[in-house]
Nanobody
Framework: QVQLVESGGGLVLTGGSLTLSCVAS????????MAWFRQAPGKEREIVAA????????YYGDSVKGRFAITRGNAAKTLFLQMNNLKPEDTALYYC????????????????????WGQGTQVTVSA
């Protein structure tokens, strides 16, 4: 069982920046593939960025490439999302997700690959 807790969301003006954090806790010393997803009102949950369990592989959704950066902290079970040049269309509830038992050291992008989810942190970008 992995518990995920996100933080760092808030209200920001267009062009501003935010950093989201996610802390994972479980009873093992395993590391796992992790990702950020987001869901805006009336829309489906979509991948924002993903990182492999080693941190060597990254993936970004087309809408955030060049603006967002996903990183792992020194403690392997921490995850960050640096968001720069934010736009109103980035407004959404952002979720941290974890995939245990990854056979491949790749960034997994499919929503159904992830078994564990946080409660989400709201990001609102005003025009």
């Amino acid at each position: 069982q992995v518990q995920l807790v996100e933080s760092g969301g808030g209200l920001v003006l267009t062009g501003g920046s935010l950093t989201l954090s996610c802390v994972a806790s479980d009873r093992t010393s395993s590391t796992y593939a992790m990702a950020w997803f987001r869901q805006a009102p009336g829309k489906e949950r979509e991948i924002v960025a993903a990182i492999s369990w080693s941190g060597n592989g990254e993936y970004y959704g087309d809408s955030v490439k060049g603006r967002f950066a996903i990183t792992r902290g020194n403690a392997a079970k921490t995850l960050f999302l640096q968001m720069n040049n934010l736009k109103p269309e980035d407004t959404a509830l952002y979720y941290c997700a974890a995939k245990t038992g990854s056979l491949l050291d790749i960034p997994y992008t499919a929503l159904n690959e992830y078994r564990y989810w946080g409660q989400g942190t709201q990001v609102t970008v005003s025009a």
